[in-house]
């Protein structure tokens, strides 16, 4: 919403100055968006008097004109305009002056021989308009020196507001006015709304194509006709006011009803009364109706859409925006007013179905004032008097007043308790009647709601009002009390495995996905999901109507689209919720991603390979790492003997083969099958699950070939599932003293040893035995071969083991190292019934 300080003067009685109204305007909470004066663009720029204007002697399209500046002195200026001539007074713009239309600083120069310092504007190059045939010709009594923006009429502030949708009433600099008058910045001026007699009745009547009621798509309408005007250009005062707000003045006709909307926030529309067929009627359009609106397009309309008619047609949509037909023209003599209240909702709704904006529009669905279609009508008949001349008839109108007389009690420490403002009685009855209600009582008070706020609905809302009036700086600063005297971090270890699983996954090389929470119902049970609890009743597509057991068929619909457009071996991963059941436990963190065809793709330095149940378990361990869970304490459980000693990084053999099981629920950890192995949709025999004691910490494997095969993928497909809420969270320390980093100056030595067990033992348990075995000596140990064939008996397997040995106090004697070697072999032995490998 933009006005003029000038303009909102004639509504408001104040000495503040610019300063004052703006910080009023904001605290009030019509917020400044900006504040822009015209006159600093033209500073240094004064009306010059042409003294004499002569042919330049060598230039046949150039003048060589003596500029009175009004400073005393005759400045020379060569000039190109064919208008420019003797005695004429136009905008002089000194040497040095920067030009906006041009973007050019003046400087003295010469131009064919003849000195030139200054110029003389045009209105294109003062971004006044779009004119640049010839210099500005001011009016020959406009006093030579004054400053270009008070000859211009550009030295009025603009002021440029933020209106929120529930304060239509601030449409219009007299709301805006009221606002500050209640905020003691001045004293609000009546609204000249004096009735007009009239002379005649009107030839013209309204009608309703409908039984008009409160609730009518335009409940009343008021108009009346007018007679022998004169349509033409508008005042001066008036094109200047229009201009100022980014408004193009058309006639005086038409920027009456542009300076009622701005100036009262009452929208009014004129019709051509000789191009109408008999009197207009408020109704519904019907099907196939079409409309040709003043902004050139057609549009088609249908029994929604509330339209103004005749006998021949359709000649405006209601509260949106009038017909080109019957619009006026500069030969109009005679028009028909039309001063109409249209629902909101109904308004906003044709609004967006037609995809129109306008003025009419903007305000008509924010709520206008309803009786100002009484007033309304006086106003604009007086200005069309005032501007155009002619005669008036008597008002004319058709329907009923909708019901918007309302009361509500305020008591008397209900500001107070829901702001912790004390504002003393007097002033919050006093803010309320200078805000236009009417207040009854000593406290606690009725006030009756003004008709132009249909945003008020209740007692909270008049807290709102006084408050914002009696000033929202005023609610005391109370500190909240400080719970622990150290501050604690925005998100707790939980919440912030959430990024903690996102970064670790990203530094793998997967791209995250983001995804819906929901899918069809199909794959909903194909991943354990599906129960009725969980389906959606108002999903946003017809298929996606269940919440999802698994992040996985998503990121397998996002690789299979990937894979379509031609982006091989794609790596993708999500971090969100997936659901096992309605309940507020049901909802659970995952973290989960899926590597497709190629983990190492051809290239120079060896052969390709395919991705495996391996990579997905070196992805899981990395989340559940980065996330701050006891990897070194789980175990990696499938009947393919994959253990988290196992990994990528030195598994020389191929993995067994595990049943497959029954899918599930496990208590206390993630949904999944009973068994040790990973769920029904991995691949029975290369998949496994990381758990911690019982509880199940993640799944990884390759997926199931028939879900491969039904996405229609080509090449294996690993994934994994990191359930984030189920690894124990850290147990605080009783001390913050930092861990030491102890770092050794001795040669660190690796041993290796080879076992031959059972075929269903997992390597995870050779190597934890393997790190127990002397926990101050051994750092680490690692599978890096695993065998079973010729050599080996049918029912075992050989798994080879590395394992590192750091002194840190001495070098370790060939007896200390037999020793431990030892240790290893017995604990190993004990742990797996192993038997070392000759």
């Known amino acids: ?220 309408v008021v108009g009346r006709h007018f007679r022998g005007l004169k349509n033409g250009p508008s005042p001066d005062w008036l094109q200047r006011r229009l201009k100022a707000i980014g408004l193009r003045p058309i006639s005086a006709l038409v920027d009456i009803t542009n300076l009622v909307t701005y100036d009262l926030n009452r929208p009014l529309h004129v019709f051509d009364a000789r191009k109408l067929a ?27 859409i509330a339209v103004i008619a005749d006998a021949k047609g359709v000649h405006g949509i209601g509260g949106i925006m009038g017909g080109e037909d019957t619009g006026v023209r500069d030969d109009t003599t005679e028009v028909f007013l039309e001063v109409a209240y249209f629902d909101p909702i109904r308004t906003a709704a044709s609004g967006r179905k037609l995809a129109i904006q306008s003025d009419a529009r903007y305000r008509f669905e924010r709520g206008i004032d309803p009786e100002s279609v009484w007033w309304g009508a006086e106003v604009a008949a007086r200005l069309v008097l005032e501007l155009c001349g002619g005669e008036t008839s008597e008002v004319v ?123 069809p119902r199909a794959q909903a049970e194909r991943f354990g999901g599906g129960g009725a609890d969980l389906r959606l009743l108002n999903s946003i597509a017809s298929e996606l109507d269940t919440m999802r057991p698994s992040i996985l068929p998503n990121l397998i619909e996002a690789a299979q689209r990937n894979e379509a457009r031609g982006l091989a071996d794609p790596a993708l991963f999500e971090v969100g919720p997936t659901y096992k059941d309605a309940t507020p436990t049901g909802q659970q963190a995952v973290a989960a991603g899926i590597r497709h065809k190629k983990a190492v793709p051809r290239n120079w330095a060896g052969p390709p390979r395919d991705v495996d149940a391996f990579d997905a378990k070196a992805d899981a361990l990395a989340v559940l790492e980065a996330i701050g869970a006891p990897v070194a304490t789980m175990v990696a459980t499938s009947h393919a003997g994959i253990g988290p000693g196992q990994g990528r990084e030195g598994s020389g053999g191929a993995p067994g083969r595990a049943t497959d099981g029954a899918s599930g629920r496990e208590g ?36 199931h070939p028939e879900i491969v095969a039904a996405a229609d993928l080509a090449g294996p497909v690993a994934a994994f599932e990191v359930f984030l809420d189920a690894p124990p969270l850290p147990k605080p320390k009783a001390t913050k003293a930092r861990p030491k980093l102890v770092l050794s100056a001795f040669q660190p030595l690796e041993r290796d040893f080879a076992f031959i067990v059972d075929a269903g033992i997992e390597a995870e348990r050779l190597v934890r035995a393997a790190r127990n075995a002397d926990k101050t000596l051994i750092t680490a140990a690692r599978v890096f071969d695993v065998y079973a064939g010729k050599g080996v008996p049918d029912d075992k397997k050989s798994i ?14 060939d007896a200390e190292i037999e020793a431990a070697s030892a240790k290893i072999v017995a604990a190993v032995t004990k742990a797996t019934g192993a038997a070392l490998r000759g």
């Open 1 to 220: 919403m933009k006005f003029t300080l000038s303009w909102l003067k004639e509504h408001l009685d104040t000495r503040a100055d610019l300063a004052e109204l703006r910080h009023g305007l904001t605290m009030l909470g019509l917020e400044v968006e900006g504040v822009e004066n015209p006159a600093e663009s033209l500073k240094g720029f004064v009306v010059g008097h042409v003294v004499e204007a002569a042919q330049h002697p060598n230039a046949d399209r150039l003048r060589v004109c003596k500029v009175d500046t009004g400073s005393g002195t005759i400045v020379q200026v060569v000039c190109g305009a064919p208008n420019a001539r003797t005695g004429m007074k136009g905008i002089f713009a000194p040497t040095g002056s920067y030009i906006p239309g041009t973007g050019l600083t003046l400087k003295a120069s010469k131009i064919r021989g003849e000195e030139s310092n200054g110029m003389l504007c045009s209105s294109r190059e003062l971004q006044l308009g779009d004119d640049h045939s010839g210099i500005i010709d001011l009016p020959a009594d406009t006093p030579t020196g004054t400053p270009a923006a008070e000859a211009l009429g550009l030295d009025d502030v603009v002021i440029e507001i933020k209106v929120t949708p529930n304060r239509a009433d601030c449409l219009g600099v007299h709301g805006i006015a009221r606002d500050l008058a209640a905020a003691g910045l001045g004293t609000l001026k009546p609204m000249k709304a004096d009735k007009v007699a009239g002379t005649y009745q009107s030839p013209m009547k309204w009608t309703h194509g409908y039984e008009p009621a409160p609730d009518s798509p335009c409940p009343i």
């Open 278 to 304: 008999g009197d207009l009627v408020m109704r519904q359009a019907r099907d196939g109706e079409q409309t040709l609106a003043l902004d050139g397009r057609t549009y088609a309309l249908d029994p929604s």
């Open 397 to 519: 109108s058709s329907g009923v007043m909708p019901k918007w007389q309302r009361s509500y009690e305020l008591r008397i420490d209900r500001v107070k308790t829901l702001t912790g403002i004390d504002v003393p009685a007097g002033d919050t009855a006093s803010i309320l009647t200078r805000l236009g209600y009417k207040v009854h009582g000593n406290g606690p008070w009725t006030a009756e709601v003004p008709s132009w706020r249909p945003d008020v609905i209740g007692e909270a809302d008049l807290v709102e009002e006084v408050t914002r009036v009696y000033g929202f700086d005023n609610i005391p600063t109370t500190s909240l009390p400080r719970l622990s005297p150290i501050s604690r971090p925005v998100r707790n270890p939980r919440q912030r495995r959430v990024p903690q699983a996102r970064r670790a996954l990203a530094a793998r090389g997967l791209n995250e996905a983001v995804t819906w929470s929901f899918l």
């Open 668 to 703: 206390g950890g993630a949904p999944g099958r009973a068994a040790d192995g990973a769920p029904s949709w991995y691949h029975p025999g290369r998949s496994g699950a990381i758990k911690l004691g019982d509880r199940v910490m993640a799944w990884f494997g390759e997926l």
């Open 800 to 813: 080879a083991l590395s394992v590192t040995l750091q002194p840190v106090d001495r070098t370790l004697t």
